[in-house]
């Protein structure tokens, strides 16, 4: 699937359903099960490779991951879930030149979007790649590849920070930002920032105003020994994997998911 044609289900007033993904056999059950978007995040440093942060997961890996997620999902018809690879730590904070080649990387095999994270000291080096035709998503409020500074706290709590994370919004999308993802900030600022923007939001721990929402799959499927507050398992009650990413997919599009004990 390619941007429009994700674009299309929100101009219908749908919301948007994005779950991590990162193999061919998942991409098959979370295309099955209805979720529209496959990220192909770079906590699989923790869910895949057993480590404690993102930091240490390389482009090579992305890329691997990518291409095995593509598999899975490739419809004959060119139709399948829309899939979002991130950009590793490292692979492009340096210039837009650097961020253009690892993104490449990972549009070659076979992303249709990148996301990276940071605020307006990204804008620029978004500018660059969607200029050159790969579209991109920018990811505020807790930045995991940023653990090192901020700790995995909530962000944004504070006046100062809130007004920050608007300006960042804004010049995000200014330089060319398809998509904002926002994780782990307050609702009522998640919900502002949606209302302010004309690009769609996904929220993770960012309240129900959003877009679209986004979930780590082992979250979903109770795969995690501490997990998030703002996650939630599906799996107890239903009969199968796939039936538990459906009843996510159901949460989200009906907007039942995030609930009141998932925001703050
Ligand atoms: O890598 C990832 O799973 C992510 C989500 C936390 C949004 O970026």
Redesign the pocket.
Known sequence: MYLPQLLTKLAKGEKLVAL?CYDASFARALTRAGVDIL?V???LGMTVQGRAT?LAVSLEDMSYHTEAVARGTAQADGSGAFIMA?LPFGSYQASPQQAFAAAARLMAAGANMV?LEGGAVMADTVAFLVQRGIPVCA?VGLL?QSVNVTGYRAQARDEAAAAQLLQDAQALQAAGAQIL?M?SIPASLAAEVTRILAIPTIG?GAGSACSGQ?L?LHDVLGLTEKPPRFAKNFMPGAASIEAAVRAYVEAVKSGRFPGPEQQF
Do not use: A, M, N, R
């Open positions: 991590t990220l995040g770079d906590s993102t991130d996301k990811h995991p993802l994780e993770i986004v780590v």
